[in-house]
């Protein structure tokens, strides 16, 4: 079983930056495959972003593609999201999650463990 606590949102202008962190317990972390998904207020969950258990591909919704970045340093059981040129419609809680499947997936319900979220507000 592996925990999972996001960092790093807050409030930020539109056209600014972020980068969230989700920090994983235990000692198997590179076992996972490691997705980041979002949910605005009144919207259903969306993927935003996955990355592979050795970091070496990464995969991305077209609403964040060359805007987000997504690594990992299993060293520090660690997954990064890096946000860039942030809009108004970024604005959600956002999530990260890990999943045993050996092929990423885009679809939440194949995630196993998430972790509790954190809010990103950007403001127009």
């Known amino acids: 079983q592996v925990q999972l606590v996001e960092s790093g949102g807050g409030l930020v202008q539109a056209g600014g930056s972020l980068r969230l962190s989700c920090a994983a317990s235990?000692?198997?972390?590179?076992?996972?495959?490691m997705g980041w998904f979002r949910q605005a207020p009144g919207k259903e969950r969306e993927f935003v972003g996955a990355?592979?258990?050795?970091?070496?591909?990464?995969y991305y919704a077209d609403s964040v593609k060359g805007r987000f970045t997504i690594s990992r340093d299993n060293a520090k059981n660690t997954v990064y999201l890096q946000m860039n040129s942030l809009k108004p419609e970024d604005t959600a809680v956002y999530y990260c999650?890990?999943?045993?499947?050996?092929?990423?997936?885009?679809?939440?319900?194949?995630?196993?463990?998430w972790g509790q979220g954190t809010q990103v507000t950007v403001s127009s």
């Open positions: 999650a890990a999943t045993t499947r050996i092929i990423t997936t885009m679809v939440g319900r194949d995630y196993d463990y």
């Open positions: 235990g000692r198997t972390f590179s076992r996972y495959a």
């Open positions: 990355i592979t258990r050795s970091g070496g591909n990464t």
